[in-house]
């Protein structure tokens, strides 16, 4: 069956309009901000609105700021809004924050650019800290050219295919280790049931280099395409990155969710953890969701597999979100000391302990996966989690030498744009008031206009 939504309008956002800031700020100096030794007991927290840091926010008053005297004000914002306000704030020296949530792409351009503080020296003096405990491809994606690390990971991922194993057993379907996609479009096809309220599969569909393009890009990877080749040469109309293009939305049109177009991660995971989708294709930190009974009704009910696969041996993706400390601070020294307390050993196991093992903002730390407590909860996961974090490349994601670092991006600062655009494009092509060919050979000339600024 074909499930049709009507096109949706298309919100422009505040990214797009500060490529022109990111370009022209990458070879100045930052300004702003003095480490004036921490006095300020109030700092100012930027966050993403993913469950982890929203458990963040509701035990910091009674640890943290009981422990420390520093008092900690949040503005917690959806992945799309989050990314425009940090961008904003950063890249044009506001100032606003403290410490801000960044993730893998933003660490390593906006250190270039002088816009972070260094946090290795902070690390290294903290002798509670243990940063060697850090897991390697975690400093790897957060660190400068300068080899220092420029944000502190507070959750670390990969991606994977979760699937609800009542749905399969019902059925009679077994899924495999490591599923292809062609496996995947069978399994929903035979799993689709609009009577019942079920969907095959929840894949996103919200605009966003960061959110459609995130499990998108792996598909194209995966399928033999890639954004550019290793000399520049664009290859977003490739015939590759069209046939992974047209697999992944003719999938959704088909057997995904209800209003695709406008589901992100946050969405995907309400959806399936409602029990309302036979599987769902993202973020590993996803399963500590899920396997929360609290906050999920197919707890304990849901298999994991590895990334699905088409040519290549494995396609996860990989990503951290972090803390980060704006050269712009007032407050460094008591930033840091949030940043330690919130990416540190002890804060996982105050979560474990308080919330619930399942919640602990796993995937950075080697010494999350010895902790017996953990281990029992995340035994449907966690060892996968970790596997595929190691597995992943961002230096050869694909089937073709790379000009720059990304699994699921380009790791150059014009691509939160170009990713964006295109991500509008293909958005539509799911709401069906475009064509895939149409939205990639619009990407195409996008692109190449990319690639002439870094040749």
């Not at 220092?148 to 990969?158: C, M």
């Not at 999920?296 to 990503?319: C, E, I, N, Q």
């Not at 799911?430 to 190449?448: F, H, P, W």
Request: aromatic letters at 10%; a negative charge; charged letters at 20%.
């Amino acid at each position: 069956m074909s499930r049709r939504w009507s096109p949706h309008r298309l919100r422009p956002t505040l990214a797009l309009a500060l490529v022109a800031v990111l370009a022209a700020a990458g070879c100045s100096g930052a300004g702003g901000g003095s480490s004036d030794g921490g006095d300020g007991k109030s700092i100012t927290v930027l966050m993403v609105g993913n469950p982890q840091m929203e458990d963040l926010a509701k035990v910091t008053a009674e640890n943290f700021t009981k422990e420390t005297g520093i008092e900690v004000r949040f503005t917690i914002l959806p992945e799309n809004e989050l990314r425009d306000k940090v961008t904003q704030d950063v890249a044009t020296q506001g100032g606003q924050y403290d410490v801000a949530t960044i993730g893998a792409y933003e660490a390593p351009i906006w250190s270039k650019n002088g816009w972070l503080h260094e946090l290795s020296s902070y690390a290294d003096a903290d002798t509670g800290y243990d940063r060697a405990d850090l897991l390697p491809p975690m400093v790897t994606s957060l660190s400068g050219e300068d080899g220092k690390l420029y944000a502190a990971p507070f959750y670390g991922e990969s991606s994977f295919l979760m699937y609800n194993k009542e749905l399969f057993a019902a059925k009679g379907l077994t899924m495999p280790e490591r599923p292809t996609w062609q496996q995947v479009a069978q399994f929903a096809a035979q799993l689709d049931d609009e009577k019942a309220g079920v969907s095959g599969i929840c894949l996103r569909g919200l605009p966003g280099w960061g959110e459609l393009f995130a499990p998108l890009t792996t598909v194209v990877n995966t399928f033999g395409g890639t954004w550019f080749e290793k000399d520049w040469t664009p290859k977003v109309n490739a015939p590759e990155f069209v046939a992974a293009t047209k697999f992944y939305v003719d999938l959704v049109r088909e057997h995904g969710t209800p209003g695709a177009p406008q589901a992100g991660f946050t969405e995907c995971l309400n959806t399936f953890g409602q029990g309302k989708a036979a599987m769902w294709y993202d973020a590993t930190s996803a399963a500590g969701t899920l396997e929360d009974a609290s906050a999920s009704t197919v707890a304990g009910k849901v298999g994991y597999a590895y990334a699905p696969v088409d040519k290549t041996k494995s396609s996860g993706w990989l990503w951290a979100w972090a803390l980060a400390m704006p050269k712009t601070t007032k407050h460094a020294d008591a930033a840091w000391k949030f940043i330690s307390w919130a990416t540190g050993k002890e804060y996982e196991r105050l979560v474990g302990s308080s919330l619930g093992w399942s919640r602990v903002p796993a995937g950075k730390r080697q010494s999350t996966y010895a902790i017996p407590e953990y281990q029992q909860s995340a035994a449907a996961f966690a060892d996968l989690t970790l596997k595929s974090i190691q597995e992943a490349d961002p230096k050869n994601p694909g089937m073709q030498p790379r000009p720059a670092l990304g699994v699921q991006f380009v790791g150059i600062p014009e691509f939160a744009d170009l990713g964006t655009k295109v991500s509008q494009e293909v958005s539509a092509a799911i709401a069906g008031s475009t064509t895939v060919e149409k939205a990639l050979t619009d990407g195409q000339k996008l692109a190449e206009e990319v690639a002439k600024e870094n040749r």
